[in-house]
C-alpha cells in the first residue's frame, strides 16, 4: 500500500477529503419528513378505503367525547364523525356535511 515512507496512505486520505467522504459523514439509507426512497410522501393504505359515510347522509350516533374545540365526537366503523353542538352522552341524529380521508363533520337534524 506504500512505498514504504507512506506516500499512498497520506495521497488516499487527500483524495477521500476531497470526495468529502471524511468526518463521519452519513449518506443515503437515511429518510427525512416521512418521506420514501423516491421522495415520495407515503400514505398509509386506510386513506383510499371507502368510507362508511358520504356527505348527505343520515345517521344516528352517540357522541363518546368532546373535542377542544367543542365539537361532539361520534365513531362509525371506527371513523371519526365531529357533530357540532353535541354533547358527550348524546344520542343523535347527523347529517353529514363534509368527508375527509380520516373523519367527516355533521351538524344534529334530530
Do not use: C, W
Request: aromatic share 4%.
Amino acid at each position: 500500500m506504500s512505498n514504504g515512507d507512506g506516500e499512498m496512505e497520506e495521497r488516499g486520505m487527500e483524495q477521500g477529503e476531497e470526495q468529502g467522504m471524511g468526518g463521519g459523514e452519513r449518506r443515503g439509507g437515511r429518510r427525512e419528513g416521512g418521506r420514501g426512497e423516491r421522495g415520495g410522501v407515503h400514505i398509509k393504505p386506510s386513506y383510499f378505503l371507502p368510507k362508511p359515510v358520504k356527505v348527505g347522509d343520515e345517521v344516528e350516533v352517540k357522541i363518546e367525547a368532546v373535542g377542544a374545540k367543542g365539537d361532539g365526537i361520534a365513531k362509525k366503523d371506527n371513523f371519526v364523525i365531529f357533530v357540532k353542538g353535541a354533547k358527550e352522552g348524546d344520542t343523535v341524529k347527523v347529517r353529514i356535511t363534509e368527508v375527509k380521508a380520516r373523519s367527516a363533520t355533521g351538524e344534529v337534524i334530530a
